[in-house]
């Protein structure tokens, strides 16, 4: 199986078995024209041997399942036709498009932090915060691809202006830049996530408490999820999911103050276990377990 | 088909045919010991004709399918084994227990506001704050049949302490005894909703304002959970989604103001038509339509 993760700064292209091991693993910055570039990573890791389907993650909005692309992380495809673009390059296969935070989940699913659980919240706390749905041990898509936006449930009613046009969206509030702004008008001079974490893992107040009310909304917003929808596992993935206990810590306080109701009882918010696999992973199963 | 209608204040029955219909209905006062009672008015709308099947909707805690109950309004019944109850009158036929908010909205999926929709939010605005899923044209139970849990999203961060144990659920901010609360501290006279929204009718502002607190509320809910489960519909019913103006204004425009993402154009939120009916109706689709 051929999947593809296209994202605004780099392509990554795999070869995964039926059980889902990455065979062979190619990554390149994203060029000016990505589609060639793409073709040639699949190429690389596909290796000459026969294709039986490919599965591609990329950012959204799309349409579904037609996979027509407009990412917002990659302003030169506007209605770009990567499902047909792929079908015809190897035709007579499988080929399916979704979104990537869609694939990450789809990946924790099947070969990381939520394998044999039927019922699981996948997130990506990155650039932006997005996320996805397995109902009943089944991707769950909604009716236009779309479910799984968990970056748009409001966590700070009032709160900072989000990109779609609201106002206290968890993406608004818990997305990299966001978190990195917030903290630079207090004067912390991380220039991007990582720096803030490093900073944080120093002991820096400011960005101790910017990266505590990041993860106090992830927190509050996998409650709130959890008791919508019957979960007992919540996956957080992303970049500034790796910024260690200072977001870790208030995240699960929250999720503790907030998921109290009984059927809750256990259940958890854990870290994505398969990085940048991950995506590669769910592209792969969007095909072999759709 | 028979339905049975569980509530605290009132028990209610009916003959419900297979278009949805209501063919004969009866309510009685909830008396210290229900069981008897429920037997005698599904008795009753039965008119000695022969029984196909059976849906009862209760309050929760429930564990589901087994149906065995403890609602929280209705103390007298701890472990209340009433899927065995009604299966033990009514024998080989299908018996079917769930929540009454989940019944409530598959009742409105059936026959009422969200007829036609295969994805839908349905909310029960009233004593408490409930709902159900029906996703892809089918009723969501989730794993534990916890699913729909509606009332513990997190809408006030640091906001007012749950009957959950939380803080700011949505429940704690719209159930219709915690709106007259709040308005009571300010001197309202109301004691309970129907008062209030008559206050609020009349201009009353502080009436207007602690209905514009929870329709924010209950707007701000329905807008994250359209984003997260990709809906273009929710119905709000209970007696508190019949306060009008104050409550529903508020909600609309919260929910506008939220609901912004392209996908979500179009997205309402609507309220229920069918009343006290929807419980029944919903509960004969438990097994009609499960």
Redesign the interface.
Known sequence: MLALDVGGTKLAAALVDATGDVLRRAVTPTPADPWPACLQLLEQVRAGEPVDGVGAGCGG?MTWPAGVVSPLNMPVWKQFPLRDRLAGAYPGVDVRVHNDAVCMVLGEHWTGAAQGV??VLGMVVSTGVGGG?V??GRL??????????????????GGPL?G????G?LEAVARGPAIVAAAAELGCPARDGRELAALAGAGDPIAVAALARAG?AVG??A???A??????LVVVGGGIAESGKAFWDPLEQAFR???????LSGAVVVPAVLGAQAGLVGAAALVLRG
């Open positions: 909005p039927d019922d749905l109902l009943g769950h898509s909604g009716p236009s691809g779309n479910a799984g936006h968990i970056g748009h449930l409001v966590v700070e009613p989000c779609c046009g609201g106002r969206c106090s509050r917003a409650a709130s999820v008791a919508l929808l019957d979960l007992r103050d907030h998921a109290r109701l009984e059927f």
